[in-house]
């Protein structure tokens, strides 16, 4: 099954874990029909042709619920508060229990009157079927506006699943040779959520005054970088493919990655689970979601609040990783495999 988010993929292996229950899956990565590819791409208005294969997707995941025989509930990846118009009654339908997953439903809901509605009528269907219920990652929702907040009855809470398909490079105990060149990564899609040029500068400033021996890397996919890097002397490498991102992760021992506030408050970040799976300490944005993925069960990061406490967030960073090696990654994957997640799947 092909995901939106990688990163989730491991929940795919539930059922493995699950005495009483069987899972099926949804994703909204749906193969589009061509005429309606074409169709929809042939619209002016870009908006509109995406929200018309969003609406489709949607649409196909509810009408694919309903074929399922053998099973007992039903976990959906992702769903988009303005499409859930059809999907719901649909998964009403079934009578199985469901599970949607949210990732940043809530926050985005806040911004958007269309989204907002979306989300008024999921709470509608959460309070009226008991076995409707959405899934949240990392901690509640209690720390948003009341009116965004879902009911109590109707939340599960689980960390971001690990990946079991990337480790990190250090055994438990091992450490890095004294005279290892310390690698600091920004890696992901460069976008208006996720600012880069202040954190560049930022990171350029602290390469040139410190004195650990240190590497700047920048991995995002080569199409859909600024043309500002084009003149920068940074060591450029494209992540378009899934393996060269994944090996740019495997390469650095530190991340760092800085989100927009408005996006990321109450939103998980895939690429710090994926770049925490492969090893990396993570220095990002000091929001509650993300502050969980990297203390929870154990400290594998530390976060800054403002870029005014960016050097001294690295500092810390190159000594822990100096210091302690990749030892607690390894205690942090415990309470994110998939094993451990399937026992709060249905509690």
Same mark, same amino acid.
């Given at each position: ?228 890097? !084009?003149?920068? &002397? ?5 992540? #378009?493919?899934? +393996? %060269?991102?994944?090996?740019?992760? @495997?390469?650095? =021992? ?37 502050? !969980?993925?990297? &203390? ?5 990061? #530390?976060?800054? +609040? %403002?870029?005014?406490?960016?050097? @001294?967030?690295? =500092? ?32």
């Amino acid at each position: 099954m092909q995901l939106f988010h990688q990163g989730l993929k491991d929940l795919l292996n539930s059922n493995q874990y699950l005495t009483d229950k069987k899972l099926e899956f949804l994703s909204i990565e749906t193969t589009l029909p061509t005429w309606l590819k074409n169709f929809t791409q042939a619209i002016p208005i870009y908006a509109i042709g995406l929200n018309l294969r969003r609406e489709y997707r949607h649409l196909a995941m509810g009408l694919r619920a309903l074929t399922f025989e053998d099973y007992d509930a039903i976990l959906v990846f992702e769903a988009y508060n303005q499409h859930l118009l059809f999907l719901l009654p649909l998964l009403a339908f079934t009578r199985k229990e469901v599970l949607i997953m949210l990732h940043g439903n809530q926050q985005f809901a806040m911004n958007s009157k269309i989204k907002y509605l979306g989300l008024l009528y999921l709470k509608i269907y959460l309070k009226l079927i008991k076995k409707i219920k959405v899934i949240l990652l990392e901690i509640d929702d209690d720390i948003l506006p009341e009116e965004v907040q879902l009911p109590s009855q109707a939340k599960i809470v689980i960390p971001h699943p690990c990946r079991s398909d990337y480790l990190p490079s250090l055994k438990p105990g091992e450490r890095l040779n004294n005279d290892t060149k310390i690698k600091i990564g920004i890696v992901g899609i460069i976008r208006a959520d996720k600012p880069i040029a202040r954190l560049i500068e930022k990171i350029e400033e602290y390469q040139k005054q410190t004195k650990t021996n240190c590497e700047f890397i920048i991995g995002t996919p080569k199409e859909q970088k600024p043309d500002y890097l !084009n003149k920068s &002397t940074i060591n450029l490498q494209d992540t #378009t493919e899934e +393996k %060269d991102y994944i090996r740019v992760l @495997r390469s650095i =021992d530190i991340l760092v990655i800085h989100y927009d506030r408005e996006r990321y408050y109450y939103r998980t970040s895939g690429v710090i689970s994926d770049a925490a799976s492969c090893g990396c300490y993570i220095v990002a944005s000091d929001y509650p979601l993300i502050k !969980n993925q990297i &203390t929870y069960p154990v400290k594998i990061g #530390t976060t800054f +609040k %403002d870029f005014t406490e960016l050097d @001294r967030a690295l =500092d810390k960073a190159i000594d822990y990783v100096i210091r302690n090696g990749q030892d607690n990654h390894w205690l942090w994957r415990e309470k994110r495999t998939a094993e451990h997640i399937s026992t709060l799947l249905f509690t």
